[in-house]
T-cell receptor
Framework: AQTVTQSQPEMSVQEAETVTLSCTYDTSESDYYLFWYKQPPSRQMILVIRQEAYKQQNATENRFSVNFQKAAKSFSLKISDSQLGDAAMYFCAFRLIQGAQKLVFGQGTRLTINP | DAGVTQSPTHLIKTRGQHVTLRCSPISGHKSVSWYQQVLGQGPQFIFQYYEKEERGRGNFPDRFSARQFPNYSSELNVNALLLGDSALYLC??????????????FGEGSRLTVL
C-alpha cells in the first residue's frame, strides 16, 4: 500500500518570501504521479502542480516548483514570492499510473502568509 | 463552463439515518470519484466510476455505495449513519479513468454532520 506523509502541520511565511513544504511517500511501484493540491477555505481542491515519476526534470508552474527526489521518495513544493492568496491547506498526493484513479493524500500543511 | 457541482452543500442527519449525495461532473467527463475528508485530515478515496462501472473501491464498509448514471452524474449513498461519518464528501471528475487521465477536477463538497 502507498502512503504519503507531510511532517509539517503548519507553516508560515512573510509575503514575497519563499517557503518550502515537505512531502515523503512510500511505494514499491515505479510508475506513478505526484501532485500538490491547494484547498482554500472554499473547500475546493485545486491542482497546483504535477510530476510524472518517469521524468527527471522537476516540474514548475510560474511561482511554484517541486524538488522531486525519486530515490529518497521525497517531493517538496517551493513557493516563491509568496502572496496573500497562497494561504490555504496544501496536500501532497500520489497516484499509480495503472489501476484505478485513486489519489492517496497526505495529512496536509496549513500555510499562513504574513503581510 | 460549469465545474463539478455537488448537492447538497450542507446537511445534518442523525445516527442510523441514510444519506444520498449527488455529483454532476464537468461536461464531457466520464469518470467520477468520491472522497471522504474528515476534519483536519487529507481526503480518503471511496469509489471511482467510469462509464457506469465501478473502477475502484477504497477501504470503506458496505454501508457506503455509489452509482453512476447514463449522463455520468453520480450518487454516493451511506446507510446506517455513524457519528464517524461526519465529514466533507468530495466529488472529482476527469476525462478518462486510467493512465494519463489529465487533471482531476474537484467540487466544493458536501458537508455532512451526523448527530
Amino acid at each position: 500500500a502507498q502512503t504519503v506523509t507531510q511532517s509539517q502541520p503548519e507553516m508560515s511565511v512573510q509575503e514575497a518570501e519563499t517557503v518550502t513544504l515537505s512531502c515523503t511517500y512510500d511505494t514499491s511501484e515505479s510508475d506513478y504521479y505526484l501532485f500538490w493540491y491547494k484547498q482554500p477555505p472554499s473547500r475546493q481542491m485545486i491542482l497546483v502542480i504535477r510530476q510524472e515519476a518517469y521524468k527527471q526534470q522537476n516540474a514548475t508552474e510560474n511561482r511554484f516548483s517541486v524538488n522531486f527526489q525519486k530515490a529518497a521518495k521525497s517531493f517538496s513544493l517551493k513557493i516563491s514570492d509568496s502572496q496573500l492568496g497562497d494561504a490555504a491547506m496544501y496536500f501532497c498526493a500520489f497516484r499509480l499510473i495503472q489501476g484505478a484513479q485513486k489519489l492517496v493524500f497526505g495529512q496536509g500543511t496549513r500555510l499562513t502568509i504574513n503581510p | 463552463d460549469a465545474g463539478v457541482t455537488q448537492s447538497p452543500t450542507h446537511l445534518i442527519k442523525t445516527r442510523g439515518q441514510h444519506v444520498t449525495l449527488r455529483c454532476s461532473p464537468i461536461s464531457g467527463h466520464k469518470s467520477v470519484s468520491w472522497y471522504q475528508q474528515v476534519l483536519g485530515q487529507g481526503p480518503q478515496f471511496i469509489f471511482q466510476y467510469y462509464e457506469k462501472e465501478e473502477r475502484g473501491r477504497g477501504n470503506f464498509p458496505d454501508r457506503f455505495s455509489a452509482r453512476q448514471f447514463p449522463n455520468y452524474s453520480s450518487e454516493l449513498n451511506v446507510n446506517a449513519l455513524l457519528l464517524g461519518d461526519s465529514a466533507l464528501y468530495l466529488c472529482a471528475s476527469s476525462l478518462k479513468d486510467r493512465g494519463n487521465t489529465g487533471e482531476l477536477f474537484f467540487g466544493e463538497g458536501s458537508r455532512l454532520t451526523v448527530l
